[in-house]
């Protein structure tokens, strides 16, 4: 269905550097954003994970150029209906710091935050020590999601908590924890960038990944307007446009749902 192809070096020497169990935290924050980074850093802090802040990429920086040279553009209309908006991209490309900034460290894990996000530090860090005790079921497990998803119980956690996975979208990036090996395989297909970067996580079947969740979701988005939508959309409404959104939503819920079947029989099957 999609066509990422491999746009990042031999990442190899790194693997062979991280120490088993190890977890950072890293916060992606533009750098005028002061008052976000006030708002979320004593909780962050409280966690007790080594903490990195990401200087975040402003898209409304980026030139014309810069973007034409990293967006595959027509795709990305093709698939959203609309123009990438520069913010999105800027978000995307703060991701991809961070995966970065976690290769080239030693740990084995990185819980990645968005500024705006809101959460119980004790609840979230008794989370994470669960969940990497069942390491082998994910490769990035989302604390911050939308929709409803139709999640499947993997496994049961503490406090009437699961962790699942979903069978159909879910988007959101605002919290999640993120192995080695799907950092690596993420910065292997980022460029040209087709989508928003919550929906790169949710295509786990182009990255051979294992994408879940944990129910009932314990972080959320509360700071203030978004800082990524700073405009009013303009969607594309021709026919074509329109008939291969239609097409493309269709094959991706088709291949979302089959995809994350399988994972999950497979998963209990070697149980």
Not at 112 to 130: A, G, M
Not at 204 to 223: C, D, M, T, Y
Request: with cysteine; net charge positive; glycine share 4%.
């Amino acid at each position: 269905m999609f066509f990422f192809r491999n746009s990042y070096g031999d990442w190899q020497e790194e693997f062979d550097k991280f120490k088993l169990g190890k977890v950072c935290a890293y916060l992606i924050n533009l750098d005028k954003a002061t008052e976000r980074l006030n708002f979320v850093r004593k909780s962050i802090e409280e966690l007790g994970f080594l903490f990195t802040r990401i200087s975040a990429v402003d898209g409304n920086n980026l030139s014309r150029e810069k973007m034409e040279s990293i967006i595959d553009l027509e795709t990305y209309k093709k698939c959203f209906k609309m123009l990438p908006e520069p913010g999105t991209i800027g978000c995307a490309l703060s991701h991809k710091k961070s995966w970065e900034s976690f290769l080239k460290s030693d740990n084995e894990f990185a819980i990645i935050f968005e500024d705006d996000v809101s959460f119980d530090p004790k609840e979230l860090r008794k989370t994470v020590q669960e969940v990497l005790k069942k390491k082998k079921l994910w490769d990035i497990v989302s604390f911050e999601v939308k929709h409803y998803g139709l999640p499947v119980k993997l496994t049961s956690l503490s406090f009437y908590k699961k962790l699942v996975f979903y069978l159909t979208n879910v988007t959101h990036a605002g919290c999640y924890l993120i192995n080695r090996y799907a950092a690596y395989q993420l910065l292997q297909k980022f460029y040209p960038i087709k989508m928003p970067v919550d929906h790169y996580f949710t295509s786990s079947w182009a990255f051979n990944l294992k994408f879940a969740g944990v129910e009932p979701r314990i972080v959320h988005q509360k700071f203030g307007d978004s800082q990524i939508k700073t405009c009013v959309s303009s969607k594309i409404r021709t026919p074509k446009i329109l008939i291969s959104n239609l097409l493309y939503n269709i094959q991706r819920a088709i291949i979302h749902f089959l995809y994350n079947i399988k994972r999950f029989c497979q998963l209990c099957y070697n149980r």
